[in-house]
């Protein structure tokens, strides 16, 4: 879609006249100078599309976001406004204006989504193309309509499970900061990835099975092995360490206890969240120990 936006914006000189509009500007004169997809920033992010334009001499940029229903990372909104800042001060342009771009039921569902100092709707790009008669405008408006009926309402519980994610970041930032977290914010998925010091080896923390997994890639037929060094640990004091099958890999697996992500942080219990860093710690510290052995004796 971000592609489609860009063309319009090429296309349509009453297009870009209809984003001046959206933001109280006089439209007069206005042209379009360059258009930029996904500009990455470094450590500011990204944005999904930028337009410069271009109006009596003075250029605007035009920030956008493009969300079909995926779900609001934090700070998204407000690390746009750092983008138009900085490329300001860049002298990149001369002012600038954050959008959104969505279909009306995201707009209406997702809070985050109302933080954009202006918003344009997929229904009103319909509307618009409704008004041309050229063939672009039909293949425009067909890509518009498929997305309108594929967006899905953003659902309570996903923005539950954002919300949970960020303070469990937090938490484990704040007392298990040794920890490398590799699942980003954003993500809704029930499994938090932490990477290792082993080439390849990571860790799971599957929330709602109850279980934290030290996960070795493609060695599923090397079971037998596996399952004695979970009895050999089991042996020397790391209780209830056991080996499984996962796919094409093995495991090593403790159980602890279950975390539902989708009822929110305030339902967590403490003591029950430690137990599970704790264990995560004793998995990462037995890979470190590994990486440690093996760097040792190949030196």
Not at 19 to 48: F, I, P, Q
Request: hydrophobic share 35%; aromatic share 10%.
């Amino acid at each position: 879609m971000d592609f489609l936006f860009i063309q319009m914006a090429s296309y349509y000189q009453d297009f870009l006249e209809m984003l001046l509009k959206k933001t109280g500007r006089d439209s007069t004169g206005v042209r379009l100078v360059a258009a930029e997809h996904s500009k990455v920033m470094g450590s500011l992010g990204e944005s999904d599309i930028e337009l410069i334009v271009e109006q009596n001499g003075i250029r605007i940029g035009l920030l956008i976001e493009d969300k079909v229903d995926a779900g609001a990372m934090q700070n998204q909104c407000a690390r746009y406004f750092e983008r138009g800042s900085h490329s300001v001060d860049q002298g990149e342009y001369s002012d600038f204006c954050v959008f959104i771009f969505c279909p009306r039921r995201y707009l209406e569902g997702n809070e985050e989504a109302k933080k954009y100092q202006y918003s344009i709707t997929y229904e009103e790009c319909e509307s618009f193309l409704e008004t041309k008669n050229d063939a672009m405008s039909y293949l425009f408006r067909q890509q518009i309509s498929v997305a309108i009926g594929n967006a899905k309402k953003p659902a309570k519980h996903d923005e539950i499970k954002q919300g949970f994610l960020r303070n469990y970041k937090k938490f484990q930032e704040d007392n298990y900061s040794v920890l490398d977290m590799a699942t980003q914010e954003g993500k809704l998925g029930d499994w938090i990835q932490y990477r290792t010091q082993l080439r390849g080896v990571y860790i799971l923390h599957k929330l709602q099975e109850g279980q934290v997994c030290l996960i070795i890639p493609n060695s599923a037929s090397e079971m037998k092995e596996v399952k004695e060094i979970a009895e050999q640990l089991n042996y020397l004091g790391l209780r209830n360490i056991f080996a499984e099958k996962a796919s094409k890999s093995a495991a090593l697996r403790i159980n602890v206890p279950v975390l539902h992500n989708t009822g929110g942080w305030d339902m967590v219990v403490e003591a029950e969240l430690r137990d599970c860093f704790d264990s995560i710690m004793t998995l990462y510290r037995l890979s470190d120990a590994v990486s440690n052995f093996t760097r040792l004796i190949n030196s």
